[in-house]
């Protein structure tokens, strides 16, 4: 199942290798930042080391619908993975049989463990059940404990250059012509599973072109429209995150390839992402939302 991951070499090498020759450890850790494809990887890695021959049973572990490979993530709006799941976790690995010949416990978005939580699961990593591989992603090795980091097998899982990731686009989403495909290859700067998502979601289309909006409505300066733009999420945090999202991953398109045709110059862009950052900081530690995009419409429109 690794062979499906798209681009990443070197890393899809490493990982088969070392499944191959029996070294791959206990742990693992997959890092790669939002989008890249790093749960994916996970995915086919989970496959590949249950099911090496594939099959029925190997797909069913990439659409996360298997029994012998479970999945932790964060809960709540901050997203934290708290101490409880993590000993629900280590006594549902004890206590069940098994039927494969391992299991796999993957935990999505490791740097999300509070102090507590990343003790309990050190434990286990230091004493883990037999046959069992724990697969952790992050956006980075430094954004996760230095213990838990010690204890894991590291690989990177990048973005795909902008061609190799429209190409992607058009082979998982046919309707997507070849300038939509290059422009959301750019707007997410390679990163395949968050253009893909933004294609498969139902308000996609609006989403970008909000974001658009409110990106012209900045360089304009224009405090009204921004306002109106933010004002029709308001009352959705998830909608007004990945609006927020969304407008920060094209600021960073327009400052890494600046082009004509781009409503924001790079050093209004880097202004623009340094506060779309800040409002995403203030919606996850819940704060007012309407204040916070009200804050974000100002803010925008300053030089």
Not at 41 to 52: F, G, H, M, T, V
Not at 216 to 240: I, P, Q, T
């Amino acid at each position: 199942m690794l062979a499906r991951l798209a681009g990443n070499e070197l890393t899809r090498q490493a990982l088969t290798e070392a499944l191959s020759a029996g070294r791959l450890g206990h742990s693992v850790l997959l890092c790669g930042e939002a989008g890249c494809g790093a749960g994916f990887a996970a995915r086919c890695l989970a496959a590949d080391y249950l099911y090496p021959a594939g099959g029925p049973a190997a797909e069913a572990v990439l659409r996360g619908e298997s029994p012998e490979c479970a999945a932790l993530r964060g809960s709540g709006s901050g997203g934290i993975i708290k101490v409880e799941q993590i000993r629900a976790a280590r006594a549902a690995l004890y206590e069940t049989s098994l039927s494969a010949a391992g299991r796999v416990q993957i935990v999505y978005g490791a740097h999300k463990m509070n102090p507590a939580s990343a003790n309990a699961l050190l434990k286990i990593l230091e004493e883990p059940p037999p046959g069992v591989l724990f697969i952790l992603t992050a956006p980075g090795a430094g954004s996760v404990l230095p213990t838990i980091r010690s204890r894991c097998r590291l690989y990177t899982v990048a973005p795909l250059p902008q061609a190799d990731c429209a190409a992607l686009l058009r082979a998982e989403y046919p309707a997507c012509d070849e300038p939509h495909a290059q422009d959301l290859a750019r707007a997410f700067g390679g990163r395949a599973g968050a253009a893909l998502a933004l294609l498969q979601s139902p308000d996609g289309d609006a989403l970008l072109r909000e974001a658009r909006e409110l990106a012209a409505a900045a360089a304009a300066r224009d405090r009204y429209a921004c306002m109106r733009v933010l004002a029709g999420v308001e009352r959705d945090k998830s909608r007004a995150t990945r609006l927020i999202e969304l407008l920060r991953s094209l600021c960073g398109a327009w400052m890494r390839s600046p082009a004509p045709e781009d409503p924001l110059p790079p050093a209004r862009a880097a202004h623009a992402a340094r506060q779309a950052g800040r409002a995403l900081t203030a919606l996850e530690s819940n704060a007012n939302p309407r204040l916070t995009l009200t804050a974000l419409a100002l803010r925008l429109c300053r030089v």
